[in-house]
C-alpha cells in the first residue's frame, strides 16, 4: 500500500481544467475591473450643454434632435428635412431636404 502522504501527479486532463478555471477565473476578474472602471469615467464626465431653447422656423415641428461640438441638427416631422444650427449663436446655419424613401 502507499502512504497517505505519497500524492500520485494529477492527470494531464485535471491539470489543463485546473489552468482553464484559473485563466477563466483572472479573466472575470480583469473584465469586471474594466467595467467598473468604464463606470466611473463615464458618470464622471460633465454631460453636454443642451440649448435651453431653439428657434425653429413657422409651422415646423422636430422630430429628432443631435449635436456635435460645433453644431447641432433637427429633423423636422416626417424626417423630411433636417435643419443645421450654429452651436455658439443659435443661428440657422443650413437646411438640406431629404428626399423620401421608394
Same mark, same amino acid.
Given at each position: 500500500?502507499?502512504?497517505?502522504?505519497? #500524492?500520485?501527479?494529477? %492527470? $494531464?486532463?485535471?491539470?489543463?481544467?485546473?489552468?482553464?478555471?484559473?485563466?477563466?477565473?483572472?479573466? @472575470? !476578474?480583469?473584465?469586471?475591473? /474594466? *467595467? &467598473?472602471?468604464?463606470?466611473? !469615467?463615464?458618470?464622471? #464626465?460633465?454631460a453636454?450643454? /443642451? %440649448?435651453?431653447? !431653439?428657434?425653429?422656423?413657422?409651422?415646423?415641428? $422636430? =422630430?429628432a434632435?443631435? @449635436?456635435?461640438?460645433?453644431?447641432?441638427? /433637427? &429633423?423636422? =416631422?416626417?424626417?423630411?428635412?433636417?435643419? *443645421?444650427?450654429?452651436?455658439?449663436?443659435?443661428?440657422?446655419? #443650413?437646411? /438640406? =431636404? !431629404?428626399?423620401?424613401?421608394?
Open positions: 500500500m502507499s502512504e497517505p502522504s505519497e #500524492q500520485s501527479p494529477l %492527470p $494531464a486532463n485535471l491539470r489543463f481544467l485546473r489552468v482553464l478555471v484559473t485563466v477563466l477565473t483572472a479573466v @472575470m !476578474i480583469c473584465g469586471l475591473l /474594466v *467595467i &467598473v472602471a468604464l463606470f466611473v !469615467i463615464r458618470f464622471t #464626465q460633465t453636454p450643454v /443642451v %440649448p435651453e431653447t !431653439i428657434t425653429l422656423p413657422d409651422g415646423v415641428r $422636430a =422630430e434632435f443631435t @449635436m456635435t461640438p460645433g453644431w447641432y441638427a /433637427v &429633423v423636422t =416631422e416626417g424626417g423630411s428635412r433636417l435643419l *443645421i444650427f450654429d452651436r455658439a449663436t443659435g443661428r440657422l446655419r #443650413q437646411t /438640406v =431636404e !431629404i428626399a423620401p424613401l421608394e
